[in-house]
Nanobody, 121 residues
Framework: QVQLVQSGGGLVQAGGSLRLSCAASGSGSAFNAMGWFRQAPGKQRELLASIASDGTTTYANSVKGRFTISRDNAKNTVDLQMNSLKPEDTAVYYC???????????????WGQGTQVTVSS
């Protein structure tokens, strides 16, 4: 059984930084694509950044230049460094693996437990 366990997050002032970490464990947890999502109240879950096992990354325009995704394949971890945080970054953040978009909605069998990030103005 695959588990994704998140750590990090919390409350920060605008302009500050936070780091999120996600550790994958269990049989079959060596995923190719891993990513970070967020979901704000009343909004759909949004893909922020993804990283393949070869290190190829993609970013949403809303976080490009501020957030950096990285992974350690040996440790089976993926991190999200968030800098220059804004109040509109406030949301619950999720790590995920092997995700795909179906009918405009991101789906996956593998999600972390979610972590609240709150950015105060």
């Amino acid at each position: 059984q695959v588990q994704l366990v998140q750590s990090g997050g919390g409350l920060v002032q605008a302009g500050g930084s936070l780091r999120l970490s996600c550790a994958a464990s269990g049989s079959g947890s060596a995923f190719n694509a891993m990513g970070w999502f967020r979901q704000a109240p009343g909004k759909q879950r949004e893909l922020l950044a993804s990283i393949a096992s070869d290190g190829t990354t993609t970013y949403a325009n809303s976080v490009k230049g501020r957030f950096t995704i990285s992974r350690d394949n040996a440790k089976n971890t993926v991190d999200l460094q968030m800098n220059s945080l804004k109040p509109e970054d406030t949301a619950v953040y999720y790590c995920s693996a092997h995700f795909l978009r179906v009918g405009g909605v991101w789906t996956s069998d593998y999600w972390g437990q979610g972590t609240q990030v709150t950015v105060s103005s």
